[in-house]
């Protein structure tokens, strides 16, 4: 009966803290300069690029580690004390195991993601800014177009 309630005690808490790990998007900027997601699919179009901005998003994680370190750290508390004592000591180390866990998997890469803003000024006089994960080649002056989203040489 012990072990079913730390059990269920390891599992709760591995499942509440496993929804703590959290995935952001990086937002991007439209023409008019309000945050808008990633959504620039909506045209296509020929010009030149103004500029090219780098920003780094945030590490992210996939939930692993709150769990390894979650079980890790039930592992440790149930060594501790009996009766309810261990029940408590075994919930609060999975709590402080998954904590720990998820911030180690975090650390890992530190810088997150980068990604490049490419301000594109149109033939048609429009200003676009196109956020995307890779610009190869891509260089200041260029000429180009944007096709789903993406900018490519032209």
């Known amino acids: 009966m012990k072990a079913t309630r730390t059990l269920a005690a390891l599992v709760a808490a591995s499942a509440l803290l496993g929804g703590c790990a959290s995935q952001s998007s990086q937002p991007s ?3 008019d300069g309000y945050r808008s997601g990633y959504d620039n699919t909506a045209s296509t179009g020929y010009g ?3 500029s090219i901005q780098v920003s780094t998003g945030e590490a992210r994680t996939s939930g ?3 769990i390894v370190g979650g079980l ?3 592992l440790a508390g149930n060594q501790v004390g009996s009766g309810g004592g261990r029940t408590a000591a075994t919930v609060a180390g999975g709590v402080a195991g998954a904590a720990i866990g998820n911030r180690v998997e975090a650390n890992r890469n530190p810088e997150g993601q980068q ?3 490419v301000n594109v000024r149109l033939d048609n006089g429009e200003y676009r800014t196109v956020v ?3 610009v190869y080649d891509l260089r200041v002056g260029n ?3 944007i ?3 993406r900018v490519y040489r032209y």
Request: hydrophobic content about 40%; cysteine-free.
């Open 72 to 74: 890790v750290g039930a």
């Open 48 to 50: 030149t690029i103004e």
């Open 29 to 31: 900027y439209a023409n």
């Open 147 to 149: 096709v789903d989203g």
């Open 64 to 66: 692993a580690g709150a």
């Open 115 to 117: 990604m490049y803003s």
């Open 132 to 134: 995307q994960d890779n």
């Open 143 to 145: 000429r180009v177009r």
